[in-house]
T-cell receptor
Framework: AQSVSQHNHHVILSEAASLELGCNYS??????LFWYVQYPGQHLQLLLK??????LVKGIKGFEAEFIKSKFSFNLRKPSVQWSDTAEYFC?????????????FGDGTTLTVKP | ETGVTQTPRHLVMGMTNKKSLKCEQH?????MYWYKQSAKKPLELMFV???????ENNSVPSRFSPECPNSSHLFLHLHTLQPEDSALYLC??????????????FGPGTRLTVT
């Protein structure tokens, strides 16, 4: 069975600080990886995804994530956060060999950016 | 506008009541999902429907009964719920083809309180 671990439950940063949120998964086969974001009072939405190709993927609002297969990781980064990045961030993994629709989500990381 | 709508947005019900949650997607997707999001817990997948057929039931108690009359609509029928069932219930949709993986699009959720 696949599982996802997000190490940071709550991160507090000042504006302009750099961000890195950890995500590790456990599954030995081919995976598709996602980061979703949930802004306060809004629905969960896709931030970025990795299916294949360049392991460094870029998403919306200046976010990027790097897939490191040897470390089973897909960490989310942003060089300079803004107050509007305050949200909850979820990493998700979808094992290609199983039901393609079934994603396993991490516990989520709450990011608070102080103005 | 997410393309996935859910009604009602808020619901308070007693343990003996029967109610239904509705989800509708306008994205032309063929897979739909119900998730439960509780405080301090990861997103829990409840049910998956592909082309109106249920393909996943994640050991959900029978007091939750899904219905998918067509690929655009998904219902979750509730009866004799328990207070611990209080949570945010999220609907999502995606494309689905065997062996392929796609991101999910989420609705705003129904905040359910069981008294």
């Amino acid at each position: 069975a696949q599982s996802v671990s997000q190490h940071n439950h709550h991160v507090i940063l000042s504006e302009a600080a750099s961000l890195e949120l950890g995500c590790n998964y456990s599954y030995g086969g081919t995976v598709n990886l996602f980061w979703y974001v949930q802004y306060p009072g809004q629905h969960l939405q896709l931030l970025l995804k990795y299916f294949s190709g360049d392991p460094l993927v870029k998403g919306i609002k200046g976010f990027e994530a790097e897939f490191i297969k040897s470390k089973f990781s897909f960490n989310l980064r942003k060089p300079s956060v803004q107050w509007s990045d305050t949200a909850e961030y979820f990493c998700a993994v979808n094992a290609s060999s199983t039901n393609a629709g079934k994603s396993t989500f991490g516990d989520g990381t709450t990011l608070t950016v102080k103005p | 506008e997410t393309g996935v709508t859910q009604t009602p947005r808020h619901l308070v019900m007693g343990m003996t009541n029967k109610k239904s949650l509705k989800c509708e997607q306008h994205l032309g997707h063929n897979a739909m999902y119900w998730y439960k999001q509780s405080a301090k817990k990861p997103l829990e997948l409840m049910f998956v429907y592909n082309f109106k057929e249920q393909t996943e039931n994640n050991s959900v108690p029978s007091r939750f009964s899904p219905e998918c009359p067509n690929s655009s609509h998904l219902f979750l029928h509730l009866h004799t719920l328990q207070p611990e069932d209080s949570a945010l219930y999220l609907c999502a949709s995606s494309h689905h083809l065997a062996g392929e993986s796609y991101e999910q699009y989420f609705g705003p959720g129904t905040r359910l309180t069981v008294t």
